[in-house]
Structure formats: C-alpha cells, structure tokens
C-alpha cells in the first residue's frame, strides 16, 4: 500500500511503470520522456491501487454484525448466513453499477439457495434515503435478506471502499472472496466462484 501511495517519487514511478507497461520499458528511461500523460498515469496508478485493496483488504473472519432488515427488525448475521456460503452485496440506490448487477444476483441466489448459499444485500444509502430503500428493493425483487448500514459501520470495518462490494464468506465465516464495482459478466466470475468454493466444501465434508 505504502508503494502505491510513494510512487510519487521518480524511482517509484518507474517501477510501477515497467510493471504495467509493455517488456520494452526500461528503468533507464526517464520518467518524464514517457509517452503517457499525467491523466494515463493516474489511471496506471488507480489500478494498481484497487488491484491492492481487492487482494489484500478480505483478509480475516466476518464479524457477526447486526444490523436493521427492511421491516426495522434487528438481525444477526449469524441467525441470516448460509449453511455453506454467505454473499454480502453492499449496494446503493444512487449507484448504477449497483442496480444493473442486482438481477444477476436475484438470478444466482435462486439458483444456488438450496445449496446451501445465502445472499444478503447491504444497503449504504444512509437515513435520509432509507425510505425509499423497501420499495426499491421490491422493484428489483429482491428475494433476499437486505438490511440496513446506516453508519456505514460494517462498511468501514469490512474496508468496503466502493458500490458494489461483494464479498463471500465460508461455512467458518472466513472472508473467502471480495470484489469491487460491476462490469457486465463479473457475475459469471461470482458463478464461478460460487461452484469452486462448493465443491471445496463438499470434499471438507467427505473427509
């Protein structure tokens, strides 16, 4: 993270450079004869940045929080979480990214209930929009248990840093998958890992 943040110095600069940029870059070159401009180089940096977060910032258990559901009930993650999987989306109705991924995961939660995996949606609006959350929710038709984060306390603690977040925890409630922002098909790289964590599971039962 400290490299990220000291690329500002030229050496730093270059390393995250020949990194990124194509065999040919040479450390000899200089940082400023580049054929990149400073908004290219912001963007090179970003990504790395979020590369960073993304590997790194899942590390650890889920905490068994509790939070408000869409009918002002105080609830568990414990009493919610999944018997082999537990997906936490952390949304918001302002984000669009969020409202086009939504469907996917309505459709996954459908398909992979019964075996085991719960999906939970988190809702970041805050209280001057909480609202209208319910409706919205019901819009989307949203199957799932979705609850409020008003102080953006599970937020913070979970370094939930952009919308969405997904993030999977096993059966122990260890942090197993974290992944920021929605492109179209990121939802068949949550398939995927969905299939791959299960079947991991599967072979800790048979032993």
């Not at 690329?7 to 450390?27: D, M, Y």
């Not at 019901?138 to 969405?164: E, G, H």
């Not at 992944?179 to 032993?207: C, V, W």
Request: hydrophobic share 45%; glycine share 4%; proline share 4%.
């Amino acid at each position: 993270m400290l490299f990220v943040f000291g690329c500002v110095h030229e050496c730093q600069a270059i390393c995250i450079l020949k990194f990124c940029a194509p065999k040919t870059f040479s450390t000899r070159t200089s940082f400023f004869q580049m054929n990149l401009n400073e908004g290219a180089m912001r963007n090179i940096i970003f990504a790395i940045f979020l590369f960073i977060v993304a590997t790194t910032a899942f590390a650890g258990k889920m905490p068994n929080f509790r939070l408000q559901n869409l009918d002002n009930k105080t609830v568990s993650y414990s009493q919610l979480k999944g018997k082999k999987l537990t997906v936490i989306d952390f949304w918001a109705t302002w984000c669009k990214p969020c409202v086009r991924s939504i469907p996917k995961l309505v459709k996954l939660h459908e398909q992979y209930e019964k075996q085991g995996v719960q999906f939970i949606g988190v809702n970041v609006d805050g209280t001057r929009n909480q609202p209208k959350v319910k409706p919205f929710a019901r819009s989307l038709k949203i199957a799932y248990p979705v609850l409020f984060d008003l102080n953006n306390d599970l937020m913070n603690k979970l370094k939930v840093t952009a919308m969405p977040t997904l993030i999977i925890a096993n059966a122990e409630d260890e942090i197993v998958f974290f992944h920021q922002g929605y492109r179209p098909g990121d939802e068949k790289t949550l398939e995927e890992e969905i299939k791959k964590l299960l079947a991991a599971a599967e072979r800790a039962d048979e032993k």
